[in-house]
Nanobody
Framework: VQLQASGGGLVQAGGSLRLSCAASGRTYITFSRYAMGWFRQAPGKEREFVAA????????YYADSVKDRFTISRDNAKSTMYLQMNTLKPEDTAVYYC?????????????????WGQGTQVTVSS
């Protein structure tokens, strides 16, 4: 399985970005068997949980820091996951990573994820 994250960039505070994560090596049936998640890592900090979504897309989890601003979703027919980020803040600046979980239930720990994308840089200027 390979995960390709895209959509990062430079945006002013208050702006929006939409990240995508495309999975290759998965059919839409097998893609739906696994929860997916987004994590981020700022310079000098540990990788932290952002959001996760169940295999069916019916259950979502968010970090408190992004709740009500970010929305995670997935299109299993396209084997793709998304992260809509609104009202961005400078503290959201980080490399964002997508990952596939070991099972269908969303998870918040990095150890619960099997495959990782290469990351996409998000920079929010003040």
């Amino acid at each position: 399985v390979q995960l390709q994250a895209s959509g990062g960039g430079l945006v002013q505070a208050g702006g929006s970005l939409r990240l995508s994560c495309a999975a290759s090596g998965r059919t839409y049936i097998t893609f739906s068997r696994y929860a997916m998640g987004w994590f981020r890592q700022a310079p000098g900090k540990e990788r932290e949980f952002v959001a996760a979504i169940s295999g069916s897309g019916g259950v979502t989890y968010y970090a408190d820091s992004v709740k009500d601003r970010f929305t995670i979703s997935r299109d299993n027919a396209k084997s793709t996951m998304y992260l809509q980020m609104n009202t961005l803040k400078p503290e959201d600046t980080a490399v964002y990573y997508c990952a596939e979980a070991r099972g269908v239930v969303p998870a918040v720990k990095t150890l619960d994820y099997n495959y990782w994308g290469q990351g996409t840089q998000v920079t929010v200027s003040s």
